[in-house]
């Protein structure tokens, strides 16, 4: 690291916070467990298999188009459980809040956090609450960990990723990061987009459910789609190939992209997930996905190549290819 402080960058997602995690973190933590670095820990503990994670948010703002902080919080714990192949039990959440923050508004954020728990079938069973002074905190950020039990009886990790596995995205990329931005004061957007976020345990169940070859899953949550393929081709030594023609992205994404001249592929995502699986297998996950109300959209996008390939390579809608490298952070800081 050439940094003596920390960036606003070093938690979008991106080579700087891959940076931060190899460099402090891993290195002051280290363990098996962590050392896999994927979305939760998976743990054996007598004859179970557990999956454990957790987050944080400082999403601005607070509420949001098809959703608010709290429903985001249960729903991120959640979808990082389940791409492990975790089914969610319990969850913790920990709020720090800011003094003279608005009583009814934490109201509707905790409510949302019930609702979106019930629906997804999972308990909040303990948690915690701090509150600073005006200005030490914008308003509200979240804690939430999670636990869940790992029944599919194959590894899902990069380690399992081959060559020949195909891509698949379970819907419209950039949804999220796109809603975000059509609320920030500063970019003076009158389009609305509404945030993809959403519970993927049901999703990711019933493709678990008919097939055996799903080798990898990831949610791709802050740096984007983008950000996760990079550093999954970086982390398991394999190329991955992409066809922007084969992404599904909204028209209204379209659009605000190429107004504040952003890529989609690099915009968050709170209610996709990227999975990786043998290619006789694809069509089958593919179908099972689009009956699901959260995969409709849902695209195979691009395949795995050999070893020591060229990384995340991406080809273009007017018949080239180039590389993509991971972004520095997060194309704009606080989008979850």
């Known amino acids: ?61 607070i509420f949001f188009p098809g959703g608010n902080i709290g429903s985001m919080a249960v729903h991120g714990t959640i979808n990082d459980l389940s791409v492990c192949g975790g089914v969610p039990q319990m969850m913790s959440a920990g709020f720090i809040i800011e003094e003279g923050f608005p009583i009814e508004d934490l109201r509707r954020i905790t409510q949302a956090m019930a609702i979106a728990a019930q629906k997804a079938g999972v308990s909040i069973v303990t948690g915690d609450t701090k509150v600073v002074t005006r200005g030490a905190a914008d308003g509200l950020f979240i804690n939430t960990s999670g636990i869940g ?16 596995d195909v891509v698949i995205v379970s819907g419209t990329i950039g949804d999220h990061g796109a809603s975000i931005l059509s609320k920030r004061k500063e970019f003076g957007l009158i389009t609305e987009i509404s945030s993809d976020s959403a519970p993927l345990n049901g999703l990711i ?3 678990l459910s008919v097939s055996p070859n799903i080798h990898c899953m990831r949610d791709p949550t802050r740096g984007g789609l983008g950000a996760i393929l990079a550093e999954i081709a970086e982390q398991s030594n394999l190329s991955i190939t992409i066809s922007e023609k084969d992404l599904p992205i909204r028209e209204k994404v379209k659009g605000i992209c190429e107004i504040l001249g952003f890529d989609p592929l690099f915009l968050a995502n709170e209610g996709k997930v990227a999975i990786f699986c043998a290619d006789n297998d694809a069509e089958l996950i593919l179908n099972t996905l689009q009956k ?24 273009t809608s007017i018949g080239g290819s180039r590389v993509v490298d991971l972004p520095l952070g997060e194309l704009v800081p606080r989008i979850c």
Do not use: W
């Not at 098996?32 to 743990?43: N, Q």
């Not at 409709?296 to 020591?308: F, K, L, M, T, Y």
């Open 1 to 61: 690291m050439n940094y003596d402080k920390i960036l606003l960058e070093h938690g979008g997602g991106g080579l700087l916070s891959h940076e931060l995690i190899s460099n402090i973190f891993l290195p002051s933590f280290r363990n098996a467990f962590l050392e896999k670095l994927e979305d939760s820990a998976v743990i054996t503990l007598g004859d179970k298999k557990i999956c454990f994670t957790t987050d944080s948010y400082v999403v601005d703002p």
């Open 149 to 164: 039990v790992i029944e599919y009886p194959y590894p899902l990790s990069v380690e399992s990723i081959k060559s020949g």
């Open 205 to 207: 169940g019933s493709i």
């Open 292 to 315: 699901h109300e959260y995969g409709q959209d849902a695209a195979i996008i691009g395949s795995v190549g050999e070893r020591n390939g060229g990384g995340l390579i991406l080809k």
